[in-house]
T-cell receptor, first 110, second 115 residues
Framework: GIQVEQSPPDLILQEGANSTLRCNFSDSVNNLQWFHQNPWGQLINLFYIPSGTKQNGRLSATTVATERYSLLYISSSQTTDSGVYFCAVAPMEYGNKLVFGAGTILRVKS | GAGVSQSPSNKVTEKGKDVELRCDPISGHTALYWYRQRLGQGLEFLIYFQGNSAPDKSGLPSDRFSAERTGESVSTLTIQRTQQEDSAVYLC?????????????FGPGTRLTVL
């Protein structure tokens, strides 16, 4: 089945710093989503981005489907950005589920 | 409007007992998914419902796991004869259409602990 790899696995930032999270996937996909899981466990959808670039406030994401990767940019990080960031893809091979990466744990220090 | 809700939020049970977890999707969402998240890990797909079509059960780990959904409403996930390895957070999500075209919205999860 498809492999979804996220990097880095852990990241510690000083408040105000910028960061880039990466998601590589091993096969063609119909859908790619980025999620933030806050320290209380709630998963929040950040972007639905099978291709192209989107921006939402301090966050933006780019997916290059032909090269099988996506990037999530966090600018001017805040302590509330802490948590786990997951990339999830819907493979073309079987379309009924999202396959999640292992996540990037982000800690933003004040 | 209301998001996806799940109950109970926490469940502690003894090994061998049956448990039932509930999910209320967002009104109007035809697709409903169950996932499992073990401590410190990503999400594992369990089962997918789309309208009145036959569910995709390909992610269920054993025949002790089953799920039902009536139409486009509430779903229940049942785990029979629970084992300690079933301890995890069980997350439900819903979307307007299928996973290829629409964003999934997640509930807060049910934390299951099997003693």
């Amino acid at each position: 089945g498809i492999q979804v790899e996220q990097s880095p696995p852990d990241l510690i930032l000083q408040e105000g710093a910028n960061s880039t999270l990466r998601c590589n996937f091993s096969d063609s996909v119909n859908n790619l989503q980025w999620f933030h899981q806050n320290p209380w466990g709630q998963l929040i959808n950040l972007f639905y981005i099978p291709s192209g670039t989107k921006q939402n406030g301090r966050l933006s994401a780019t997916t290059v489907a032909t090269e099988r990767y996506s990037l999530l940019y966090i600018s001017s990080s805040q302590t509330t950005d802490s948590g786990v960031y997951f990339c999830a893809v819907a493979p073309m091979e079987y379309g009924n589920k999202l396959v999640f990466g292992a996540g990037t744990i982000l800690r933003v220090k004040s | 409007g209301a998001g996806v809700s799940q109950s109970p939020s926490n469940k502690v049970t003894e090994k061998g007992k049956d448990v039932e977890l509930r999910c209320d999707p967002i009104s109007g969402h035809t697709a409903l998914y169950w996932y499992r998240q073990r401590l410190g890990q990503g999400l594992e797909f369990l089962i997918y419902f789309q309208g009145n079509s036959a569910p995709d059960k390909s992610g269920l780990p054993s025949d002790r796991f089953s799920a039902e959904r009536t139409g486009e409403s509430v779903s229940t996930l049942t785990i029979q004869r629970t084992q300690q390895e079933d301890s995890a957070v069980y997350l439900c999500a819903s979307s307007l259409g299928g996973v290829w075209t629409d964003t999934q919205y997640f509930g807060p999860g049910t934390r299951l602990t099997v003693l």
